[in-house]
């Protein structure tokens, strides 16, 4: 417990100074090599469960682009690839499929007849609606045993990351791209 004058001893807390630190050795460094290796363990875990669930027959492209149909609502087949940060001829191959499988439908667009849009079919949304059930009850398993607190502590934090994490996406995109076209070694 701190002592009721603590802070008007010290005042706030002082945000820490980063810039007399060795970027490859301070705090920073530390905290992005356990990120990334918590993230990497975890993209092989997904990987490896994307891959037993696209030999069921549920891939995993088809949920991320069905995802992200219901959530931009009607939009064309370029604005999805953005949204996904895919090729668009890697969307417009996937997007085919999905045609083809009456998970998705191509309407004409109401803001220009000639263009079209992407919508989810209701099959689609169902079948998206089960796999997002399937996978919240699977995921819920992995922390049974935790304290109520730890999960609510987790998942808020956990969703605080993923949304600075989209933000950050672009330029991380850029220093990576950069780096690489400096010559430098991953």
Do not use: N, Y
Request: aromatic content about 2%.
């Amino acid at each position: 417990m701190v002592a009721p004058d603590a802070h008007a001893r010290s005042g706030p807390p002082a945000e820490p100074d980063h810039t007399t630190t060795d970027p490859d050795t301070g705090p920073d460094a530390e905290v992005g090599r356990r990120l990334a290796g918590a993230i990497f363990a975890l993209g092989k875990q997904q990987a490896t469960l994307g891959h037993k669930m696209s030999r069921s027959g549920v891939d995993r492209s088809t949920i991320v682009l069905l995802k992200t149909m219901v959530a931009l609502g009607p939009s064309r087949s370029s604005e999805l690839a953005a949204a996904v940060h895919s090729d668009p001829s890697t969307v417009s191959r996937q997007v085919a499929g999905l045609v083809r499988d009456g998970l998705v439908e191509r309407r004409a667009d109401p803001a220009d007849g000639r263009a079209s849009v992407l919508a989810p079919t209701t099959a689609g949304v169902e079948m998206l609606e089960r796999q997002r059930h399937r996978v919240g009850m699977a995921l819920a398993k992995v922390v049974t045993q935790w304290e109520p607190d730890d999960v609510s502590q987790f998942l808020e934090l956990l969703e605080r990351f993923v949304v600075d994490h989209e933000r950050a996406l672009p330029t991380m995109i850029s220093e990576c791209a950069t780096a690489r076209s400096e010559g430098e070694k991953d």
